[in-house]
T-cell receptor
Framework: DSGVTQTPKHLITATGQRVTLRCSPRSGDLSVYWYQQSLDQGLQFLIQYYNGEERAKGNILERFSAQQFPDLHSELNLSSLELGDSALYFC???????????FGSGTRLTVV | AQSVTQLGSHVSVSEGALVLLRCNYS??????LFWYVQYPNQGLQLLLK??????LVKGINGFEAEFKKSETSFHLTKPSAHMSDAAEYFCAVTISGSARQLTFGSGTQLTVLP
């Protein structure tokens, strides 16, 4: 157990639908990162939050959004889902000044 | 912008043989470099990292990597492979600053043969 908790582990949904992925960071970690892992794109950085505020944005689609709540857990919202959104979505967390994250075990999203 | 190239998407070694996984990076400023391992159906686990200081970095499970600025490389090695080392390995780079997002290589699948 890495200490980063992601739910759900698996999610199957239809095209056009909206889903929410949840991440609880390690105790004490203020930064949360979201990554997408797919066969064709590899591991892609989506977005980072630090203590509730958006810190950096990567290759995140406009249909996707995220937020970090006061208790530091984060949610990634994916809407108008397409078949190509099927992927593993990882959350990671790090301390304030730390380099090198701790990853969660991921949410496998399948869009049918 | 920084980038990472992992040479060899698949590497096979015999149990007990040397493991060498290659990683070259591109960065306009001094990089911070990482190796992660991913076992099937699991998340990524940090093996080791280089930020500053000693260029030979030792990690978990007997792995080590050497930062060579002149060669822009950060190859991962292990003297003797174990069956349990079979996994996918990712090299990643970031640069100092307020954000810490990693740029990952495409990964190398390591197979250990009995």
């Amino acid at each position: 157990d890495s200490g980063v908790t992601q739910t759900p582990k698996h999610l199957i949904t239809a095209t056009g639908q909206r889903v929410t992925l949840r991440c609880s960071p390690r105790s004490g970690d203020l930064s949360v990162y979201w990554y997408q892992q797919s066969l064709d794109q590899g591991l892609q950085f989506l977005i980072q939050y630090y203590n509730g505020e958006e810190r950096a944005k990567g290759n995140i689609l406009e249909r996707f959004s995220a937020q970090q709540f006061p208790d530091l857990h984060s949610e990634l919202n994916l809407s108008s889902l397409e078949l190509g959104d099927s992927a593993l979505y990882f959350c990671a967390s790090s301390p304030q000044d730390g380099y090198g994250y701790t990853f969660g075990s991921g949410t496998r999203l399948t869009v049918v | 912008a920084q980038s990472v190239t992992q040479l060899g998407s698949h590497v096979s070694v015999s149990e007990g043989a040397l493991v060498l996984l290659r990683c070259n990076y591109s960065s306009s400023v001094p990089p911070y470099l990482f190796w992660y391992v991913q076992y099937p159906n699991q998340g990524l686990q940090l093996l080791l990292k280089y930020t500053t200081g000693a260029t030979l970095v030792k990690g978990i499970n007997g792995f080590e990597a050497e930062f060579k600025k002149s060669e822009t490389s950060f190859h991962l090695t292990k003297p003797s492979a174990h069956m349990s080392d079979a996994a996918e390995y990712f090299c990643a780079v970031t640069i100092s600053g307020s954000a810490r997002q990693l740029t990952f290589g495409s990964g190398t699948q390591l197979t250990v043969l009995p």
